[in-house]
Each structure stands twice: as C-alpha cells, then as structure tokens.
C-alpha cells in the first residue's frame, strides 16, 4: 500500500498531477483543493495518499494533508460513493464544509458537488453522522486553532516550506484573515492566504 509520495512536481492539470519520485513517474488524482494550492512544475512535493487497486486497474489518488484523506477514505463507506465521486465532494466543499453537512443533516449542502443527488446526500448523512468530526464552525476555543494550524503546517511542509517558514507564514496569514472568512477558519483557506502573502 503506498500511503505517501515525495518527489519533483513533474506536470500538473487540475485533475491530475505527475510526480517524479526517483526517475519514477507516478500518475496521482488530486481534488481542486490540492491543486490550487501546488507550486509549479519542478518544486518538491508530499502527497498523502489512498492506493485504488481493482482487477483491471491502479490507481492513486493524492492529498496535501492527511485529513483530507481520511475524509476520502470515509466517503469511500458510502454505498454508492467511488474514488471519482468521493474526488468531486472534495474539490467542491472542505472537510470542515462536508463534516458540518454531513452532522446537521444538510443534504442540500451536500448536493453541490458534481454527481452527488439526494438520494446519495442523504445515504451520507444516514451512514456518516456518527462518524464525522465536529465541525470546525460548531467548536471554539483553542483546541480548534491548535488543530487548524497543525494540518495547515502539514500541508505547507509537503509543499516545501520548512516548519519555521510555515510557522511564519500561517502567523501572518492569521492575522491577516478577517471576518466573515475568520468566523468559518478552514485549514484550506489558511494555506491558501500564506501561499498567496509569501509569493506578494
């Protein structure tokens, strides 16, 4: 099972991404999430990675931070939801907009994502309730920003940031991030504010 990939960003499209992993080309499917927030072709990357394998097929689909894999292997329990759609949902909404949904029953929410209809939003909601976390807009506290910055630091590392360059980065892009984006903090809008403050 190949749980992680480190390598050269080789190519990069919005569906799917290259890594040269030692002269080795590796295909990996990524959500719009992970897209957006890669360097250019040539910079170092870590993905975290779900390993697809069926009779005629592998596959591997990668992440920028391992909660947003474990959010896609969770989907993957739903009956009804494969690797492309459980893709979809994460491309379209956050792991903190999905746990929320999911939590308060908004199959509406859930709806957004490209092949996902009511029948298969609400099997999620039925299936998935008890086992997702509390969403980051339902907690408070310190425990909360503590956890944020921690999968965000995760995510700038992979990107090839060193911890105190990320540390320094997600300080100022906390500082810089105000309400109403502040009142709804994702991991993903924290990236992507000290990505976009660091190449200023």
């Not at 992993?21 to 897209?35: A, K, Q």
């Not at 980051?136 to 503590?146: H, M, Q, R, Y």
């Not at 990107?159 to 903090?185: F, H, W």
């Amino acid at each position: 099972m190949i749980t992680f990939l480190r390598g050269l960003l080789s190519e990069k499209s919005p569906a799917e991404v290259t890594l040269d992993v030692g002269g080795i080309g590796f295909s990996v499917f990524v959500p719009l999430s992970t897209y957006d927030a890669l360097a250019g072709t040539g910079t170092e990357v870590t993905l975290f990675t779900y390993h697809h394998v069926r009779e005629d097929d592998e596959q591997i689909y990668g992440f920028l931070t391992k909660r947003e894999r474990d959010m896609f292997t969770t989907l993957l329990n739903v009956n009804g939801i494969g690797p492309k759609m459980a893709l979809g949902l994460l491309s379209r909404l956050s792991v903190d907009e999905i746990a929320s949904s999911v939590s308060a029953g908004n199959v509406a929410a859930l709806q957004r994502a490209p092949g996902i209809g009511r029948k298969i939003a609400e099997r999620m909601v039925m299936e998935l309730r008890d086992r997702m976390p509390k969403s980051v807009e339902a907690g408070t506290g310190a425990g909360v920003w503590l956890g944020l910055f921690a999968e965000a630091m995760e995510a700038l590392i992979a990107l090839g940031m060193t911890r105190a360059q990320a540390e320094v980065s997600l300080r100022s892009a906390a500082k810089s991030i105000v309400p109403p984006e502040a009142d709804a903090m994702t991991v993903e809008l924290l990236v992507r504010t000290s990505l976009a403050q660091r190449n200023k």
